[in-house]
Structures are given as structure tokens and as C-alpha cells.
């Protein structure tokens, strides 16, 4: 069984739509829906816009991510995907390759653990990218303050660029359970050894704390920033009130002698 995974947009309004779509879900709460259908192919809805099939075909994935569109916020338009093949092997508990996973038997727990490992990763693969954007143009506020020995970023474009770092944080931590195993798991040892070693594969925790490493770097070199803005508005308005009394001495003298 293949199963893919796509990073479709920042959000999925998954309330409205489980109202809208036909089939009854297996699971669903605030952050998944998880449909097994008749033919025994499965599709995994994730609230920080991911879609992750499991043995559908090409058609009608294609169709399926046009449609789920319509109940997506904030649509990204690079591409975030990654795919992953499922094998079964009486003879074997699990092994892991690298695009590959073997297991003794196929269940329901054992696809969502499988689905939900992959999107993760995908999901991570996202916030790389947003992370070492951000990066790069921290870089280049510090490098404009080595050569330049000043910030032309004004003080609410650099309260934006901070909201947006915070948001980029909170929606990782809010989002992706790297470090929660499902519930399944904690009562399943074949479950919790697919899990374990699915996060192993991927590097998931690792690369989770990379990135929560390099925000955390971009936030001190923010707080930076804002001190060394906030430091020039007090600068210019100082400025602005010496000005404005001395236009007041000039007045009171040219008032006195006139």
C-alpha cells in the first residue's frame, strides 16, 4: 500500500468539513478526521492543512485535493509532499527502510500511526522552509546593522516580522504532537514499536528542536532589534522636543526684543 502526504494550506476548517462531506468518519476530533472506506483505502485530515491517503489512486487524489481546497485557510502554493510504501509479513514484527515499512499485519490503529508519522514529517518539511526564511531575513537585518551601523526596518514592520515568528512557534507547538505517541499506542506494544521507530526514520524530534533552536535564536535577535528601534523613536523624539522649545526660546527672545 502507498500512502502520500501533501501540505495543502496553514489550515483546514475540519468542522465544516465533515458537515459537508458524505462519509461518516472513523475518527474525528478538533485536530483529525480519519475515513476508511469500502475498498479499504483511507484518507487522513489534518487542522494544519494536511491530506494523507492511503492506497488511493492518482484520479482520484487529484479530485480529492481540488475539493478539499474549499475548507482550507492560508493555501500554500510550494510543494510539501512526500510518500511512504506499507508491506505486510506474517514472519516479521516491523522493519523500517528508508521510503518503506513492513509489519506483521495491517489494522486501522497501525494505518493512522503510519499516515499520521508521514504528515508529520511533511508538516515539518513546511515549517523548515518558513523557518529558514525567516532566518535569512534576520541575517539580513544583522548584516545591515554590521555595515551599516543602523536598521531602516521601521518599528511596526519589525512588530510584524516578530508576530509572524510567534505565530510560526505556536503553530508547531499547537499542531504537530512530535513528542505525544496516540492513545493507541500506549496500550499496544506492536503499535508503540511502529511509532517509535516511524519517528526514528524520520528524525521527527530532532528536527522539531532544530527548528525550535533556530526561532528561539531569531526571537533574542528580534527583541534585539526592537530595543535598538525603540532606542531611535526615543532619539527622534527627544530631538523633536529640544527642537520645539528651542522654537519657543527663539520666540520668547524675538518677542521681547520686537
Keep these: 500500500m502507498k500512502i502520500d502526504a501533501y501540505q ?3 489550515v483546514f476548517n475540519l468542522k465544516k468539513f465533515k458537515q ?10 478538533n485536530s483529525e478526521l480519519f475515513y476508511k ?3 479499504d483505502t483511507y484518507i487522513y485530515l489534518l487542522s494544519y492543512g494536511l491530506v494523507v491517503f492511503a492506497g488511493v489512486g492518482d484520479l482520484e487524489k487529484s479530485e480529492f485535493l481540488k475539493f478539499i481546497k ?3 485557510e492560508g493555501l500554500i502554493e510550494e510543494k510539501f509532499e512526500d510518500d511512504f ?5 506474517p514472519s516479521i ?3 523500517l527502510k528508508h521510503n518503506s515499512i513492513t509489519v506483521s499485519e495491517l489494522t486501522d490503529d497501525s494505518i493512522r500511526i503510519i499516515m499520521l508519522n508521514i504528515g508529520q514529517s511533511v508538516a515539518l518539511d513546511y515549517y523548515e522552509a518558513l523557518t529558514y526564511k525567516i532566518a535569512t531575513s534576520t541575517k539580513q537585518m544583522t548584516d ?8 531602516k ?3 511596526s514592520e519589525l512588530l510584524k516580522f516578530i508576530g509572524k515568528t510567534i505565530n510560526i512557534k505556536n503553530s508547531i507547538i499547537d499542531n504537530l504532537y512530535i513528542f505525544d505517541s496516540p492513545e493507541e499506542a500506549w496500550e499496544n506494544e506492536h503499535l508503540e514499536r511502529i511509532d517509535k521507530g516511524l519517528k526514528k526514520t524520520f528524525d521527527l524530534k530532532m528536527r522539531y528542536q532544530d527548528i525550535e533552536y533556530k526561532l528561539k535564536i531569531v526571537q533574542e535577535n528580534l527583541t534585539l532589534f526592537m530595543e535598538l528601534v525603540q532606542n531611535r523613536e526615543s532619539t527622534r523624539l527627544e530631538w523633536v522636543i529640544i527642537i520645539l522649545i528651542l522654537i519657543e526660546v527663539f520666540d520668547l527672545i524675538f518677542t521681547k526684543i520686537f
Excluded at 459537508?20 to 468518519?25: G, H, N, Q, V
Excluded at 510504501?85 to 509479513?89: G, H, K, N, S
Design 20 to 29: 459537508d462531506y458524505t462519509s461518516e468518519p472513523s475518527l474525528y476530533n
Design 8 to 10: 495543502i494550506s496553514e
Design 153 to 155: 526596518s521601521s518599528q
Design 37 to 39: 472506506r469500502e475498498d
Design 85 to 89: 510504501i506499507v508491506q505486510t509479513d
Design 93 to 95: 514484527s516491523v522493519v
Design 70 to 72: 474549499n475548507y482550507a
Design 144 to 151: 545591515e546593522l554590521e555595515h551599516h551601523g543602523r536598521l
